[in-house]
């Protein structure tokens, strides 16, 4: 298993190698794309049978498929990787979205000079850094890669992206870059404390997790908050998250995908990895700071959600709102509550994905982010409202979908011990159902209106592109031009990129069971870590939530 | 009544100087002797051999376990840090060497002396230009009869003066970070910097901006020669020696007044922090910087501050150790200042080479935190940090001399745009450069980073070290800026072009690009050899 999570590590780097070398030559620039997802789907089949060869139930160890090699002994730091519940389901699910993100942007047009080759080159890079950054096992090789990441990621946004992505992708990698040192700072503290209390300095997770304990909380609270700044920066936190919405925004809508869904989720899973862990009690003294914060997340991103015009923009609030709920589950001390978390940044990952993709398929017809341009698209497009829909009722938590399990669990996990919190938390429920609906009513309900979907708007060109659309006749007069749109509905292969989006978000609306399993190891381990008990002995157990 | 003691010699541990200053006088043979037009190959050869050579020496020496030694009665002490020192001088003089040598990029050499010379061969090659087809006009009516400029048409013949100044500067460093007492701490320092102040003047471009920065480097490297030679005298009268060591034992449990001692130890410190350009000493390094040839920028970037910081450790830890207590506290408030003047004046910088000279300034101030902190993990990390800067460095000013506009490089940022789209080796060279500059993770920038903010914090320094983090999130933008300029803009329409360098350069560049990655994944080999090093005394 240590060969197969190495190699998880290296497929995607090896295949960015590749690409980045195809994406020299423009006329390999189909060959590129076509090798690139050819790595994805072999990512995709590791992925497949790391889980598969991963052990679940009482008695097994919380880190799996473990290896290390010195790295360099003068540091104490080893190249040493090992993964948990919690990181194969982020692990998992990168390797299921990059094929499809992959596909979505196959048929991207792309501004001169920019191949869709280097484009796959980056994502795969993007994919195999976030494997390492999920299966580190060694503080110093996890900020190595977590700083790295960064880079893949702004010459994404910076040479794919809208408009104004020279600004976004430069606020992107400051802001997180700031993060970083903040958390090296702490990370060298962590080391020097290793120093003088182990007697040799040293970055193994599980060692510095046994030390953690006996640190003092004034030593504590410093540390934790290094660490604290780079997640909450990266996950975004809300005063600390203005990058996001510019990044999301201007990112191309593949690349929005993996940040969000993905990059975004290293904030959260650091939480989980590190600060809950390594900082116990100055995770418990500061709670109430961090829920503070995630519930004015909620509710904040929640009203600048249902306020947004541009609809990548709204996506990226939505998140906002998501990851106060994640942060609120995390660092309310409960096993449900952290299962739900742990749940949720899985579910997240996977609505966000599909509204991103239903957003950018819309985009890609209409050729503007702009809500107000559009109007009435279910006539024209039922499939793509229909996607829109079910991106939505996920995103806001309907029963039935996958967001359910895990807001249900994040808030009735949190209710026992932080009942003031969870009931502000609530609140956002309601706002999730405003926004979702409030937008899909705009865009996809009534008649044909606006300019992108009947006018001359800039979208004229692209549609015309859109070949397979039945109704995409442009000779007719203004009368026709009214009530017929430009553009029609999904294509075949939109329709196989979103089939296992869909899949997922009813599968695991009904099934969360195995998913529950396998994190349920690290949650309970994790809950040790951090010295919590459940509050009260709860009921017998039902669909395998943990206890 | 007997005759002078002569003291004794150890040669074996002596030979890396030796070889680099008896090169530097066979140079200056070389130099009377040819004819011009054979001069530079036999000059460079003669150069790089001497190097190689000083190089392999400093490795036998150092392999061979010979322990620390001081000769020359106690003039230069050949320890651990020395023989580090010096592989990183002579590993960092190899590629400066080529990169002074290139021709490929400036037809004759970047180098010109006799201002005369030049200018009637440029009058001579604008005739010729003018008369096409009426023959070449040339051959031997060079000024003073002396052959100079007698290629012709296509290139004015640079001149070969830089060889033996060069080697001066490089043996002047050599006993600079290895003097065991102040005087010939001094007296290195004025060998070393002498021919400094020369080679920034002989740019054959921009000939008023070159000399202008070696006017003023030689003004204000006087001054701090002065400032320095009063430390000196204060600390001799303080401690009637002016060996390192006997000022540490004075220092130590002595009743006489600290005034002189404290005094006296400042003024030194100015002197040396000119040298390392450590803000708010570094006024002069913008301006030479930039005016220099830049090749010369690169090996005074990269050799002089390796030399600086060598003698800053060595007069820290061997002179003032003791005292450590007393003097740290105003030596935070320079790194702070350095720091911080260094990011906030390079993020207003639209000409390159300022913003690397701005950037050194902070780099200067992040050296100051590993050699402040005078312990064996403080002196390790800054030797590593000055390797991994040195060769970042100098890899990245070979690249600079490369994008060339109609009147010799193309400095101002505006002329970098979209070089992403028109040189993508290039473009991607210097990205990876700058990453490593602004501390990425798997450079060797972060490396250096890591250990010398973690020596700083093991020491107590945990506010200076917040502080260095803020910096290098303020210095990574304007970083970032240039590679914005090169990936996200659109390039202009008549941007400069990209020369393709040359062998000499490439090697130099490509050299410093490896050594700066080798060092960000596996610098373990060069971090077990800075670790355990002790000054001697």
Redesign the interface.
């Known amino acids: 298993m240590s060969a197969l999570l190495l190699a998880l590590l290296l497929v995607p780097l090896i295949g960015a190698a590749v690409c980045g070398a195809m994406a020299t030559r423009e006329h390999l620039d189909r060959a590129g794309k076509a090798v690139g997802l050819g790595f994805s789907a072999v990512s995709l089949v590791l992925v497949v049978a790391v889980w598969a060869m991963f052990r679940t139930g009482p008695g097994t160890p919380r880190f799996q498929g473990e290896l290390a090699v010195d790295w360099i002994p003068a540091f104490g730091t080893r190249f040493a990787l090992g993964i948990d519940g919690i990181a194969l389901t982020m692990i998992a699910l990168l390797a299921v979205l990059v094929p499809i993100v992959l596909g979505f942007a196959w048929g991207d047009k792309l501004p001169p000079g920019r191949t869709g080759a280097g484009f796959t080159a980056l994502m795969l890079a993007t994919q195999g850094v976030l494997v390492g950054v999920f299966a580190a096992t060694d503080v110093f090789l996890f900020y190595v890669l977590f700083e790295a990441m960064l880079i893949p990621m702004y010459f994404l946004i910076g040479r794919f992206g809208g408009p104004r992505r020279q600004y976004a992708a430069v606020k992107f990698f400051l802001y997180s870059f700031l993060g970083g040192l903040i958390m090296l700072a702490s990370v060298i503290g962590l080391f020097v404390a290793s120093e003088s209390r182990l007697g040799q300095g040293t970055f193994d997770w599980a060692a510095l997790q046994q030390m953690a304990g006996q640190l003092p909380l004034s030593t504590q609270i410093p540390l934790f908050l290094g660490f604290f700044a780079a997640f909450a920066i990266k996950a975004p936190l809300v005063p600390l998250h203005t990058w996001l919405p510019d990044a999301g925004a201007e990112a191309p809508v593949a690349g929005g995908v993996i940040l969000v869904g993905l990059l975004d989720k290293v904030g959260v899973f650091g939480f989980l990895r590190y600060t809950l862990p390594l900082f116990p009690a100055a995770s418990r003294e500061l709670a109430p700071l961090v829920l503070t914060l995630a519930v004015i997340g909620v509710i904040y991103g929640a009203l600048l959600a249902a306020a947004q015009t541009d609809m990548k923009r709204f996506v990226a609030y939505t998140s906002i709102a998501h990851f106060g709920y994640i942060a609120l589950g995390i660092f309310a001390f409960t096993s449900q509550a952290i299962a739900g978390s742990a749940l949720y940044m899985v579910n997240h990952g996977i609505s966000t994905a599909m509204l991103f993709l239903a957003v950018g398929m819309l985009i890609r017809r209409g050729g503007t982010a702009s809500m107000t341009e559009y109007g009435g698209v279910g006539r024209a497009a039922p499939l793509l409202a229909g996607m829109f829909l079910i991106a939505g009722l996920s995103t806001l938590s309907l029963p039935g979908t996958n967001s359910f399990i895990s807001e249900f669990l994040v808030l009735i996990g949190a209710f026992p011990t932080r009942p003031v919190f969870t009931v502000i938390a609530t609140v956002g429920i309601v706002f999730a159902a405003l926004y979702v609906l409030w937008v899909y009513q705009r865009v996809f309900t009534g008649p044909l209106r606006g300019t992108a979907v009947v006018g001359d708007g800039p979208g004229a060109a692209s549609a015309a592109t859109m070949g397979s659309g039945d109704d995409t006749d442009d000779t007719g007069g203004s009368w026709a031009r009214r009530t017929t749109a430009r553009f029609g509905d999904l294509t075949r292969g939109e329709i196989a990129i979103m089939t296992p989006l869909v899949a997922l978000v009813l599968v695991l609306g009904f099934f969360p069971g195995p998913v529950l399993d396998v994190l349920d190891p690290a949650v309970s381990a994790t809950m040790s870590e951090v010295g919590a008990v459940d509050p009260v002995a709860p009921a017998a157990p039902t669909n395998g939530v943990p206890r | 009544m007997t005759g002078p003691a002569f003291p004794t010699v150890d040669y074996g541990a002596l030979a890396p100087m030796l070889i680099i200053l008896g090169a530097a006088c066979v140079s200056v043979l070389l130099e009377a002797l040819l004819p011009l037009r054979g001069r530079g190959r036999a000059q460079l050869t003669l150069t790089l051999v001497a190097i190689v050579a000083a190089f392999l020496a400093v490795v036998v020496r150092a392999t061979s376990g010979a322990p620390a030694v001081t000769t020359l009665a106690g003039a230069l002490a050949v320890d651990g840090p020395s023989l580090f020192l010096w592989g990183t001088l002579l590993a960092l003089a190899v590629p400066s060497v080529l990169l002074l040598a290139d021709r490929s990029i400036e037809p004759g050499g970047a180098f010109v002396a006799d201002p005369v010379a030049l200018a009637e061969a440029e009058s001579r090659e604008r005739v010729s230009a003018g008369t096409r087809g009426g023959g070449r006009v040339g051959g031997s009516g060079g000024s003073g009869g002396s052959g100079r400029a007698a290629r012709g048409t296509d290139a004015v013949e640079g001149h070969t003066e830089i060889y033996p100044l060069v080697l001066f500067a490089l043996g002047g460093m050599i006993v600079f970070c290895a003097a065991d007492d102040l005087l010939t701490m001094f007296v290195a320092l004025e060998v070393l910097s002498l021919p400094l102040y020369l080679l920034c003047g002989l740019a054959r471009r921009r000939r008023l901006m070159s000399q202008e920065s070696a006017v003023k480097y030689f003004l204000l490297g006087a001054f701090s020669s002065a400032f320095f030679l009063y430390g000196l005298a204060l600390l001799y009268g303080y401690a009637d020696s002016v060996k390192l060591s006997d000022i540490s034992l004075a220092a130590a449990g002595s009743l006489r007044p600290d005034s002189l001692l404290f005094g006296g130890l400042a003024l030194l410190v100015v002197g040396l922090l000119f040298k390392a350009s450590v803000g708010p000493f570094h006024t002069w390094t913008p301006d030479v910087y930039q005016g220099a040839p830049t090749s010369v920028t690169a090996f005074m970037a990269a050799c002089t501050k390796v030399a600086a910081f060598g003698a800053i450790l060595r007069v820290f830890t061997v002179a003032f150790g003791s005292t450590v207590w007393e003097w740290r506290g105003v030596l935070w408030i320079v790194a702070i200042v350095s720091m911080v003047v260094g990011a906030v004046l390079g993020l207003t910088q639209t000409d390159v080479k300022r913003m690397i000279a701005y950037s050194s300034v902070a780099h200067a101030g992040f050296l100051l935190l590993g050699a402040m902190a005078v312990t064996p993990a403080g002196l390790s990390a800054t030797l590593f940090y000055l390797l991994a800067y040195g060769f970042t460095t100098v890899a990245l000013f070979g690249l600079v001399s490369l994008v060339r506009g109609p009147d010799g490089e193309a400095t101002h940022l505006s002329a970098w745009a979209g070089l992403g789209?028109r040189s993508?080796v290039v473009a991607a060279a210097v990205t990876f450069l700058m990453?490593a500059l602004?501390g990425?993770?798997?450079t060797s920038g972060?490396?250096a980073k890591?250990?010398v903010?973690?020596a700083a914090?093991?020491d107590g320094m945990?506010p200076l070290?917040?502080v260095a983090?803020?910096v290098?999130?303020v210095a990574?933008?304007f970083y970032?800026?240039l590679i914005?300029l090169m990936?996200?803009?659109e390039p202009a329409a008549d941007g400069p072009t990209v020369s393709v360098p040359g062998p000499f350069t490439t090697v130099a560049i490509t050299l410093g690009v490896v050594v700066t990655l080798l060092l960000g994944v596996?610098?373990?080999a060069v971090?077990?050899w800075a670790?355990g090093l002790s000054f001697l005394g």
């Open positions: 789209r993508p990453l602004a990425i993770p798997l972060f490396t890591f250990a903010f973690s914090l093991a945990t070290v917040i983090l803020v290098s999130a990574a933008f970032l800026r914005v990936y996200f803009s596996v610098p373990t971090l077990g670790d």
